[in-house]
């Protein structure tokens, strides 16, 4: 049974390319049978995709009719051979085997704006330089290219590229990264990087402790609780560093001894002399505030005045 071009080359997630389907050429019956929509953006889009198309040709047949052409899942190798098209303004070319850019593409396509190159086999950065030519765009992806993956690509592309460039792989380009793609790539003289130099390889994930590997099932119990309890981020990071240091969470539980329930236990002074330790001594007691007159009394006073 015939694999799909993307099961060939390793990938993880195949294309639509099935088996039983031959390769077709970009023709004038195939634009028409093709399927014609108004995709999310409200742009009229014609879907040529999966179709194993091997190049791109008779683009003329499109009659500069669309603003969105996707040729996605084909193996296209050569991206360019356009008809001038003002109209397009988006071209998706996913999935597919393009290894070269003709540099006239910005010729063909003057008001092209996002351009979608996601797993391609692009390896020269010589390619990326005919890009220059498209005035106009503003998205360009090209992950899961082999150019992606030298550590200085990034730059490279934001100098290189042209300056209406706003996201690149889907990410919106800073000032400051376009500052120092100019100090890294300069306009005016050879760059500052070498970027054949690819990046180093992974380090492969480190193995789990000894005692993380037979767990019980009231281990796990109480790893799954103490994720749960978890509720900062900084407390995630420090029950993985335990984990991965061999620290279970119960183990590290049934350790702690308890807390008392009963009384305090008696002081030393208590032991030795059978009963509490003596309080302060008293202090003076408080003054007695001075008797008041009674209204009888009052009442006296006033009689003895009188007579």
Do not use: W
């Amino acid at each position: 049974k015939e694999r799909c071009c993307c099961e060939k080359r390793g990938r993880k997630k195949g294309c639509r390319q099935r088996s039983g389907k031959t390769a077709m050429r970009l023709t004038a019956e195939l634009v028409e049978s093709a399927p014609q929509r108004m995709n999310p953006m409200k742009e009229r889009e014609i879907l040529l995709r999966g179709f194993k198309i091997p190049a791109i040709e008779n683009t003329g047949t499109l009659r500069d009719a669309f603003d969105s052409v996707d040729l996605s899942d084909n193996e296209i190798r050569v991206l360019g051979n356009f008809a001038r098209s003002p109209r397009v303004t988006m071209l998706l070319l996913s999935n597919n085997n393009i290894a070269k850019i003709e540099a006239g593409l910005g010729e063909s396509l003057p008001r092209l704006q996002t351009l979608v190159l996601t797993n391609n086999e692009i390896a020269k950065f010589g390619e990326i330089d005919n890009l220059a030519g498209c005035g106009a765009l503003e998205s360009l992806s090209l992950l899961n290219n082999p150019v992606a993956r030298s550590p200085h690509y990034r730059p490279y592309v934001i100098a290189k590229a042209p300056p209406t460039l706003k996201l690149l792989d889907f990410r919106k380009i800073k000032r400051i990264e376009r500052v120092e793609a100019a100090k890294l790539f300069p306009a005016d003289g050879p760059p500052l990087v070498d970027v054949t130099a690819r990046a180093p390889p992974p380090k492969p994930p480190s193995k789990p402790p000894t005692t993380l590997r037979n767990l019980t099932d009231d281990q796990k119990r109480a790893i799954r609780a103490a994720v749960a309890a978890a509720k900062t981020p900084l407390e995630v990071d420090r029950l993985e560093q335990q984990l991965r240091a061999g620290l279970i969470p119960a183990a590290a539980a049934d350790d702690t001894p308890a807390p008392p329930t009963g009384p305090p236990p008696p002081s030393a002074f208590q032991q030795s002399n059978g009963g509490p330790p003596p309080g302060p001594p008293p202090g003076p007691p408080p003054p007695r505030p001075p008797p008041q007159q009674t209204e009888a009394v009052a009442m006296d006073d006033d009689d003895d005045d009188d007579t």
